[in-house]
């Protein structure tokens, strides 16, 4: 079982930035990747990042590629998304994920544990 905390989000103008952390507890948190997808009111919820249980390997959505950036401090079992020139479509719900053993994927269904969430809102 692995238990996931989401925290950072907030109110925020469009151009500004915001670095939500996820904390995890449980298994050893490097032995699995982690992901971030976000779910905005009245849409699906959308992969936005993942970033191998090594750190080594990341991958990113097109719609935030060049302005969020993944990390992980294994010793702080914290994974990081930087957000950066944000627009009003980033606002959303953001959600942290594990997936364990099936290598970095952005299909949500690849995901075995979920927090439940923080709230991102920019302001245009």
């Known amino acids: 079982q692995v238990q996931l905390v989401e925290s950072g989000g907030g109110l925020v103008q469009a151009g500004g930035s915001l670095r939500l952390s996820c904390a995890a507890t449980g298994r050893p948190f490097s032995s699995y990747d982690m992901g971030w997808f976000r779910q905005a009111p009245g849409k699906e919820r959308e992969f936005v990042a993942v970033?191998?249980?090594?750190?080594?390997?990341?991958y990113y959505a097109d719609s935030v590629k060049g302005r969020f950036t993944i990390s992980r401090d294994n010793a702080k079992n914290t994974v990081y998304l930087q957000m950066s020139s944000l627009k009003p479509e980033d606002t959303a719900v953001y959600y942290c994920?594990?997936?364990?053993?099936?290598?970095?994927?952005?299909?949500?269904?690849?995901?075995?544990?979920w927090g439940l969430g923080t709230l991102v809102t920019v302001s245009s």
């Open positions: 970033i191998s249980w090594s750190g080594g390997s990341t």
């Open positions: 994920a594990v997936s364990v053993g099936r290598g970095i994927s952005s299909g949500e269904y690849d995901y075995d544990y």
